[in-house]
């Protein structure tokens, strides 16, 4: 099986832009779920979809927001970058949400 | 909630001498344990998994983990460790059963490797 894909793999974007990463889970998985990883915070839950809802949250302001699309492929959207987003962004599938996750590359977003 | 501590932040170690990466979790219910690694410019490998059944672990590549129930740990241990082991570690945690599908980690492990 193909593993998680996330596109594009880098990114420089300025303040006050908007951006959109995409991500493939590996197939059959239902469940997506999105982390930021800096290196002052570490890694950090953004949010779960499954099924095409949002099922947790984590505490990241309202800028932050994602969505799944019935095939299970899932999009973050970032509004108003600030310097503080720049992160690699981390999509992890996994076939239920329980258990273990599997991981894509990384997204690199920075905001210059 | 739950947390997960991982104790040292970085790990210097000679090629061919044991290691542990030591892991500690706090949770009120209870947790599947993992260790991930992540190589440079790289995603997040899954390396080790603990869901139920034997408390010690072993993954293909000759690490192993036990968890410790009393003691809330899941140390990651290699016998012999190689130049190729250079990497960060974390270990994380996941409620067991309910719907919440977000890992917690902890800050990561360097694993710093030499000659």
């Known amino acids: 099986k193909a593993g998680v894909t996330q596109t594009p793999r880098y990114l420089i974007k300025t303040r006050g832009q908007q951006v959109t990463l995409s991500c493939s889970p590996i197939?059959?998985?239902?469940?997506v779920s999105w982390y930021q990883q800096t290196p002052g915070q570490g890694l950090q839950f953004l949010f779960e979809y499954f099924s095409e809802t949002q099922r947790n949250k984590g505490n990241f302001p309202g800028r932050f927001s994602g969505r799944q699309f019935s095939n299970s492929r899932s999009e973050m959207n970032v509004s108003t970058l600030e310097l503080g987003d720049s992160a690699l962004y981390l999509c992890a599938s996994s076939f239920l949400g329980q258990g273990e996750q599997y991981f894509g590359p990384g997204t690199r977003l920075t905001v210059t | 909630a739950q947390s997960v501590t991982q104790l040292d932040s970085q790990v210097p170690v000679f090629e061919e001498a044991p290691v542990e990466l030591r892991c500690n979790y706090s949770?009120?219910?209870?947790?599947?344990l993992f260790w991930y690694v992540q190589y440079p410019n790289q995603g997040l490998q899954l390396l080790l998994k603990?869901?139920?059944?034997?408390?010690l672990v072993k993954s293909i590549n000759g690490f192993e983990a036990e968890f410790n129930k009393s003691q809330t740990s899941f140390h990651l241990r290699k016998p012999s460790v190689h130049i190729s082991d250079t990497a960060e570690y974390f270990c994380a945690v996941i409620r067991y059963g309910g719907s919440q599908g977000n890992l917690i980690f902890g800050k990561g492990t360097k694993l710093s490797v030499k000659p």
């Open positions: 197939s059959g998985h239902r469940s």
């Open positions: 603990y869901l139920s059944g034997s408390t």
């Open positions: 949770s009120s219910v209870s947790v599947y």
